[in-house]
């Protein structure tokens, strides 16, 4: 079926030098990414306080992000397609690099979210781009290493999260974001010349500019079956993606409200969530390899739901926290799974539809969290992220059932 099969898998070809240059440059865009997002998130109460905009106004500009992302995912895909996934990733990302020195230049919240439209395109851009590209990498080199460029994405973000830490106390917003661009396009120029270099890698272990498959665009067929595998694989990515941004945004409030915790205790909590689920992904190459995607993916969103109804529900600081970290320890895979099988199936035209419908379930997390924290309390609304990991697991288990019985 693809290189993620649970049973009768190839054994992988061997890593030549240009696949492990490759996989190198494509890591650094995965991790370039996740340290240019968490710059921008750290600086967004000073921008807010730059532009004097009200809670509401700041959200609706903050929109911008999800907007321009959800809309030009699914035209990656066709981008990709036509001129290739390596020359749309370093585009992307140079775009990506540019525009986030751009919300310290403006003076109202229209303006900011204008901005953040130009921002959210290329960030969404890259994530169909990159995310194609190394599924044609892990198909070549008939290894699942998609979870290690999640990780390289989430180590970025926790480094980019601790650079505006440290600079934030010292630096404007206009600084350190340009810091940022420059670090930004240096990566790119670099990585970028491995990428722009390299034709898209075919099966077998290595570039093989010659056959069909290496070719920007290859089609790949696309029954009623295929696209519905796709659309389920994309659901998954919904409902793990949910549970990321959710209590991204909600799991240090239900430890500094509901359990009374300071600060410092507060944002612990959700470093815990974030180291676990990197260092999981960092190991989930070796967990593919022995144990198989769909034990890993069905496993991954069990153990998040018992997490997050244990985070959710206990009135023990220390019970929380191990939920917490249950959570990121069962998540942190699923997602890179459902992406991979997508693009497995679809090419980068999977790919940008799991990757639209996964953060249509960033976007939906938080608000919905809100809402449901007005009628029934925050702990209960946590326990819808328990819900959404339980019904991946079912769908991974679903699917995995269905294309089973499908002939290859």
Not at 12 to 21: E, K
Not at 55 to 71: I, Q
Not at 128 to 137: E, H, K, Q, S
């Amino acid at each position: 079926m693809d290189q993620l099969t649970d049973t009768g898998r190839t054994p992988p070809a061997t890593t030549s030098p240009p696949v492990a240059g490759l996989r190198l440059a494509i890591s650094l865009f995965f991790a370039l990414d996740g340290f240019l997002f968490a710059g921008w998130v750290v600086r967004i109460p000073a921008i807010k306080e730059q532009i004097d905009a009200s809670a509401g106004a700041l959200g609706l500009a903050l929109l911008g992000v999800s907007v321009g992302s959800v809309t030009t995912m699914l035209l990656t895909g066709r981008l990709c397609r036509r001129y290739g996934n390596h020359p749309v990733t370093v585009v992307t990302a140079a775009l990506l690099s540019l525009s986030i020195a751009l919300p310290p230049l403006t003076h109202s919240a229209l303006q900011l979210g204008l901005v953040l439209l130009l921002f959210g395109a290329a960030y969404g851009g890259l994530n169909v781009a990159f995310n194609a590209a190394a599924v044609d990498l892990a198909e070549a080199i008939r290894r699942p290493i998609l979870p290690s460029f999640h990780a390289a994405f989430s180590a970025g973000g926790l480094a980019g999260a601790g650079l505006g830490g440290i600079l934030a106390p010292h630096l404007g917003p206009l600084p350190h974001l340009l810091l940022l661009t420059a670090v930004g396009l240096l990566v790119t120029a670099l990585a970028g010349r491995v990428l722009l270099r390299a034709p898209a890698p075919g099966p077998g272990g290595g570039p093989h500019p010659g056959r069909a498959d290496a070719q920007p665009g290859r089609a790949r067929p696309a029954t009623g079956r295929v696209r519905l595998f796709i659309t389920v694989y994309g659901l998954i990515t919904l409902c793990t993606a949910y549970g990321e941004g959710a209590l991204a945004d909600w799991g240090s409030l239900h430890l500094s409200e509901d359990l009374h915790t300071g600060p410092g205790v507060a944002a612990a909590g959700y470093a815990m969530f974030a180291l676990l689920m990197t260092l999981t992904r960092m190991s989930g190459t070796w967990l593919l390899e022995h144990l198989g995607d769909t034990p890993v993916l069905v496993a991954g969103g069990c153990l998040a739901a018992v997490g997050m109804l244990l985070g959710a529900l206990a009135p023990n600081l220390w019970l929380v926290f191990a939920g917490y970290a249950l959570t990121g320890l069962g998540l942190a895979n699923v997602f890179p799974i459902a992406v991979g099988s997508a693009g497995s199936l679809g090419g980068s035209h999977g790919v940008a539809v799991a990757s639209t419908l996964g953060y249509t379930g960033i976007l939906l997390g938080p608000p919905s969290i809100g809402f449901l924290t007005e009628g029934f309390g925050l702990p209960t609304a946590l326990t819808t992220i328990a819900a959404l990991a339980a019904l991946a697991a079912l769908l991974g288990h679903l699917v995995h059932r269905g294309r089973s019985r499908t002939p290859a």
